[in-house]
């Protein structure tokens, strides 16, 4: 069974920190990628940030970089994302997500099969 759960979303104002925690079950976790997307009101979802279990990899979007920190605790079964400077525009549900292979690239919500429930993230000016 997979099982992926997110915690750690709330209210911040801009400038502020929050780290989101992904616990997921051990197949999830051991899984080729996972990652992390938000939706905003009325948007698409977009991508965020992904960490590869293989060689631990990273990628992430530009409008994140610098700023956001993923990163995974085997012990635990758990992927975080550490979110600093953060800004009004990254309000939005966040997402994780897994997947066993890739079929375009990281960044497409359409190659994870398997998602959380979300996290809200609110960032006040």
């Known amino acids: 069974q997979v099982q992926l759960v997110e915690s750690g979303g709330g209210l911040v104002q801009a400038g502020g920190s929050l780290r989101l925690s992904c616990a997921a079950s051990?197949?999830?976790?051991?899984?080729?990628?996972m990652a992390w997307f938000r939706q905003a009101p009325g948007k698409e979802r977009d991508f965020v940030s992904a960490?590869?279990?293989?060689?631990?990899?990273?990628n992430y979007a530009v409008s994140v970089k610098g700023r956001f920190t993923i990163s995974r605790y085997s012990a635990k079964n758990t992927m975080y994302l550490q979110m600093n400077s953060l800004r009004p525009e990254d309000t939005g549900v966040y997402y994780c997500a897994a997947a066993e292979y890739l079929s375009r690239g990281s960044a497409y919500p359409s190659d994870y099969r398997y998602w959380g429930q979300g996290t809200q993230v609110t960032v006040s000016s």
């Open positions: 051990e197949r999830a976790f051991n899984m080729y990628v």
């Open positions: 960490l590869y279990s293989s060689d631990g990899n990273t």
